[in-house]
């Protein structure tokens, strides 16, 4: 039977417990990446992201959890952070990076040096400790990668065009800009919030339709990523030009 006693942190054991349950629930995203990894090896794109959505949701989740439970203050052994960052580097760069690679979707010639410089630049960026400013943006891209593979994904772009996108990612992840964290972003953040949702109903229209979607649905999720990607930036040009 479980303790329910206070311990000398002034914590119950099922509360330490409960509060431990939520690293491994993080840690859960580590296998999921794996799975997901299986899967583009086969070359089984769909599948591939659809595990990489798991992922997202169990990413999306687990910060709520984590406060919820006092993880930080219980279970102070094992770093949330960290935890979360080997994860979220797995899910969000690695597997992606090997699908744009293995895909095709790249010019021979650079693919590989484009594969190995998402990776070194998704390394860097993750262990930038400017990589989230005071107010909820992220400094540079992201790193989404795995968004970036699906729209190529989905667009199915020229080799060359493909290859420039992708090149131009990795540059912006070193250029000083803001970009709105689609979740906690206070600014519009309800409309933010629709957005994303829809850009996720849409999604999985793309995934169940084998990314073969009609210009609107493509147009639109395109849209969406490049208001969440530029929309702060536009937002202080156009103050700056009103002063």
Same mark, same amino acid.
């Given at each position: 039977?479980t303790?329910?006693q206070p311990?000398?942190s002034g &914590?119950s054991s099922?509360?330490? !417990?409960?509060? /431990?349950? +939520?690293?491994?629930?993080t840690?859960l995203? =580590? *296998?999921?990446? @794996?799975?997901a990894?299986?899967?583009a090896v086969?070359?089984h794109?769909?599948?591939m992201f659809?595990?990489?959505g798991?992922?997202?949701?169990?990413? &999306?989740?687990?910060?709520?959890? !984590?406060?919820? /439970?006092d +993880?930080?203050r219980?279970?102070?052994?094992w =770093? *949330?952070d960290? @935890?979360d960052?080997?994860?979220d580097?797995?899910?969000?760069?690695?597997?992606?990076a090997?699908?744009?690679?293995?895909?095709?979707?790249?010019?021979?010639?650079s693919?590989?040096a484009l594969g190995?410089?998402?990776? +070194?630049?998704g390394?860097?960026y993750?262990?930038?400790?400017?990589?989230k400013t005071v107010?909820?943006h992220?400094?540079g891209f992201?790193t989404l990668w795995n968004?970036v593979?699906?729209h190529l994904f989905?667009l199915k772009?020229?080799p060359?065009v493909?290859?420039?996108?992708?090149?131009a990612f990795i540059?912006?992840t070193?250029?000083?800009i803001?970009?709105?964290h689609p979740?906690?972003?206070?600014r519009?953040?309800i409309f933010?919030l629709a957005l994303?949702?829809?850009?996720?109903v849409?999604a999985v229209?793309?995934?169940v339709?084998?990314?073969n979607?009609?210009a609107?649905?493509?147009?639109?999720m395109?849209a969406?990523a490049l208001?969440?990607?530029?929309?702060?930036t536009?937002?202080?040009l156009?103050?700056?030009?009103?002063?």
């Amino acid at each position: 039977m479980t303790s329910t006693q206070p311990t000398e942190s002034g &914590a119950s054991s099922s509360a330490r !417990a409960a509060a /431990f349950g +939520v690293h491994l629930f993080t840690a859960l995203g =580590s *296998g999921i990446a @794996l799975i997901a990894m299986l899967e583009a090896v086969r070359e089984h794109w769909l599948a591939m992201f659809g595990w990489l959505g798991v992922a997202l949701i169990v990413d &999306a989740i687990d910060g709520p959890l !984590a406060r919820r /439970f006092d +993880v930080a203050r219980l279970q102070p052994n094992w =770093s *949330g952070d960290t @935890l979360d960052l080997v994860v979220d580097f797995l899910t969000y760069v690695f597997i992606p990076a090997y699908a744009i690679v293995a895909s095709n979707l790249l010019l021979p010639v650079s693919g590989a040096a484009l594969g190995v410089g998402i990776v +070194v630049s998704g390394a860097l960026y993750f262990a930038d400790r400017r990589m989230k400013t005071v107010d909820n943006h992220f400094r540079g891209f992201p790193t989404l990668w795995n968004a970036v593979a699906f729209h190529l994904f989905v667009l199915k772009p020229q080799p060359l065009v493909a290859s420039a996108i992708v090149a131009a990612f990795i540059v912006l992840t070193f250029v000083p800009i803001n970009v709105m964290h689609p979740v906690r972003t206070t600014r519009f953040r309800i409309f933010n919030l629709a957005l994303i949702a829809l850009w996720a109903v849409l999604a999985v229209v793309a995934l169940v339709q084998d990314f073969n979607v009609p210009a609107p649905i493509s147009f639109t999720m395109c849209a969406i990523a490049l208001y969440v990607l530029l929309s702060d930036t536009v937002i202080r040009l156009i103050t700056r030009a009103r002063t």
